[in-house]
């Protein structure tokens, strides 16, 4: 109700609206003609790539279709992401509570190390990671490119979660070893539901990055019939007299899921990102 | 309040067992990054200080040379035209998604449809791939494309320009889609923190007579100031790091236009083989990016302690 009533919370000045507009084009209009594209035919494109009035064909998607790549890349891209997912989410959850509750030197060094781990470029990691996975026979494997992510994101899903325990009362655990739970009880039965939130947004935020990573993947993965999409995706545009209309059906099909990760779990990725980003 | 602390005095000595054994539960990330990420690293820096190609890259049993590579890297015309390339675009990036950032925010904070449509977009574009993301401007950029038809079309230029050909442009373009693929992130940060700022200080202000500008500049920037530092830091790391954009959409050219120290590390490495060489640049990137983080924890302890 106070909300309401205060300055800041007004109903939007006309010139703010007209900000606001700006941005729904900025941000929409690259996704309109996306998906416009994807149903042009080549010459369409060809002749006219800036149109938007063009009578919708399907060849894009047939082409993509036809390079019969797309259903294994699909399965590659949902092997990837979610063995990533399921690895990260699994170890990051003990390593947020262990560091949370530890508090003093092990937290401030562990906090230390995720940090700058997430800083290092990918570029870097790529060229020992190649050394390493290849002494353990693991290049050219969806194994090997799923290990690469999960250390790639383990650091910052990890620093995603730990706020979700630092907002949890010390009191539950006292409570539970009152009642005779041992750490590993209290950990399994109260602390990781009370996560819940927390791990669902970890886990969405994950997901994106996974399907979307591809650098990993063209390195690690030496038969291109083992790509993901996202890596399919960029190698398509490097040839040159690409097919925009094939490339763009090829990059609405491995946006869908992306959506739909996207209309469930929009508000906890609004809160995820800022918050993994600050505390 | 009393009871919780009167139990917790007489619980002393089961509480310090179970504290020591959190650490137990750091075990599983600790010993899978030391092998996925401490060794690599260590690998790394000793491949900078070794002869690796091809032949021995995986077998391992590189001749140690010192610091030659790191000689021939401060003699390449790539590298030093690659370092310039990047402090650019990091300069771009950080200064074009940051101020956009505070800017959407700002806008955003507005209730009403259009506003949730715009804040959903965003989200949205941000979860999108960068590959995904990269290709489509690169589409949106063709000669005849559709920016250069709407600049056109509005009488802005004659004739609009090529965007990803022209040696001095391809830079700032591709920082500049890069910028805007980051406004999202710094939106979400910033529109956190202004939801954060107490209503009764601003509405104290404007009953002070202050303008809307003013409660702007006085208020809220100066409440903002910390997790502008941190924002800071995560954008020059992120535009440091940028990789994706410049893959997809020029793949560093044309020559070495668009050549930033992480690509120049995958192109040595990836593309020419010389894996000693891009790896000595891979380090050479990271003690800068390190430089940063350093400057990130000092920001985040103050802004904790405050």
Known sequence: MKRAKSLEAKKATPWSLVGIGFLVLLYGIPLVWLLATSFKDNREVFANPGGIIFTPSFQGYERIAEQGTLGQAALNSAIISIGTTLLTVGIGIPTAYGLDRSRGTLLTFGLGVLVLLQMIPQTATIIPLYRVLGAWKLLGTLPGVVLADTALFLPFTVLVLRPFVGGLPREIEEAASIDGAGTWTTFARIIVPLMSNGIATAASLVFILSWGEFLYAISILTNPATYPISALISQQISAYGTSWAGLMALAVVGSLPILIVFVVAQKRLASGLSLGAVK | ?306
């Not at chain 2, 179970?18 to 010993?31: E, G, H, I, K, N």
């Not at chain 2, 925010?105 to 449509?117: D, E, I, M, Y």
């Open chain 2, 1 to 306: 309040m009393k009871e919780v602390n009167a139990r917790g005095l007489a619980m002393k000595k089961p509480r310090r067992t179970r504290r020591a054994s959190y650490w137990l539960f750091v075990v599983p990330a600790t010993v899978f990054l030391l092998l996925l990420a401490l060794y690599p690293f260590l690998s790394l820096i000793w491949m900078s200080l070794s002869d690796v190609s091809a032949v021995n890259i995986v077998r391992g049993g590189w001749p140690f040379v010192g610091v030659k590579n790191f000689e021939l890297i401060f003699h390449m015309s790539d590298a030093l035209l690659a370092l310039q390339n990047t402090l650019i675009f990091v300069a771009i990036v950080v200064s074009v998604g940051m101020l956009g950032g505070l800017g959407a925010a700002t806008l955003l904070q507005a209730k009403g449809r259009l506003s949730a449509v715009g804040l959903g977009l965003m989200v949205f574009t941000w979860a999108m791939p960068p590959v995904v993301l990269g290709s489509l401007w690169k589409f949106l950029l063709l000669p005849n494309g559709l920016i250069n038809d709407l600049l056109v079309h509005l009488h802005l230029m004659a004739k609009g320009p090529l965007w990803l050909v022209q040696g001095h442009l391809v830079l700032l373009t591709v920082a500049l889609v890069n910028s805007w693929a980051v406004v999202p992130f710094s939106a979400l940060v910033y529109r956190a923190a202004l939801v954060d700022i107490p209503l009764e200080l601003l509405d104290a202000a404007s009953v002070d007579g202050a303008s809307k500008f003013q409660r702007f500049v006085r208020v809220k920037l100066p409440l903002l100031m910390p997790i502008t530092l941190i924002l800071t830091v995560l954008t020059v790391v992120y535009a440091f790091r940028s990789f994706d954009f410049i893959y997809v959409m020029t793949y560093g050219g044309p020559g070495v236009a668009s050549t930033t120290l992480p690509f120049l590390s995958y192109r040595l490495s990836f593309v020419n083989y010389k894996y000693a060489l891009g790896a000595t640049v891979a380090v050479f990137t990271i003690l800068i990016v390190f430089v940063l983080a350093f400057v990130y924890v000092r920001a985040t302890k103050r802004t904790e302690e405050t």
